[in-house]
């Protein structure tokens, strides 16, 4: 069974402060995904990995950075928090193979004060 | 550039009763997935159905079908016999090949069941 996780379902951070969003995936998929999501806005994607230290934009890269050093791990990083990054993260995963689904973690739902 | 389209930013059935949900896109890839997720409240993402650019039939799970309409590039989600438990978000997305597995998704529909 697939399973996504990340590291909070919840988290408040102050402006300006460096935030650590992790997502780990137990079935050894090569692509990892970054979404936000917001009312009226569905899930835009911020940052995607196809492979261990490989990133790519999305369509909302500007403010993030991400990291992937294990093929499990896809890390979301914002540098200098601010309010308008208060948003729901969904961290996803998905095989290479045609039709496959992308498996969504739980979200962390990050409020920036 | 790929984009979803969901015009019905809410919608009401009544139990029992059949609802489609729309659902456009627009691409320039051959070769292309369309994707149908769920979305209750507890805020999990629950994948419905998935429907290949070059499947010729349309795609059916239990109670969703998938109604694919190449030409007009529209994939509308049908539920049939609606449940309480349906009353929730549902997203339309699509997957290029071309781009690393990446979806692109629409607006959303909130769908609502009434007893």
């Known amino acids: 069974d697939v399973k996504v996780t990340q590291s909070s379902r919840y988290l408040v951070k102050r402006t300006g402060e460096k935030v650590f969003l992790e997502c780990v995936q137990d079935?050894?998929?090569?692509?990892m995904f970054w979404y936000r999501q917001d009312p009226g806005l569905g899930l835009r994607l911020i940052y995607f990995?196809?492979?261990?230290?490989?990133?790519e934009k999305g369509d909302i890269p500007e403010g993030y950075s991400v990291s992937r050093e294990k093929k499990e791990r896809f890390s979301l990083i914002l540098e200098s928090a601010s309010t308008n990054q208060t948003s729901m993260y969904l961290c996803?995963?998905?095989?290479?193979?045609?039709?496959?689904?992308?498996?969504f973690g739980p979200g962390t739902r990050l409020t920036v004060t | 550039a790929q984009k979803i389209t969901q015009t019905q930013p809410g919608m009401f059935v009544q139990e029992k009763e059949a609802v489609t949900l729309d659902c456009t896109y627009d691409t320039s890839d051959q070769s292309y997935g369309l994707f149908w997720y769920k979305q209750p409240s507890s805020g999990e993402m629950i994948f419905l159905i998935y429907?290949?650019?070059?499947?010729?039939q349309n795609a059916t799970e239990g109670r969703y079908s998938l109604n694919f309409q190449k030409a007009r590039k529209s994939a509308n989600l049908v539920i049939s016999a609606s449940q309480l438990g349906d009353s929730a978000m549902y997203f339309c997305?699509?997957?290029?090949?071309?781009?690393?597995?990446?979806?692109?998704f629409g607006q959303g529909t909130e769908l609502s069941v009434k007893p």
């Open positions: 079935m050894d998929h090569e692509n």
């Open positions: 990995s196809y492979d261990v230290k490989m990133k």
């Open positions: 996803a995963s998905t095989s290479s193979i045609t039709g496959s689904e992308q498996y």
């Open positions: 997305a699509i997957r290029s090949y071309n781009q690393g597995g990446k979806l692109i």
């Open positions: 429907q290949g650019s070059y499947d010729e």
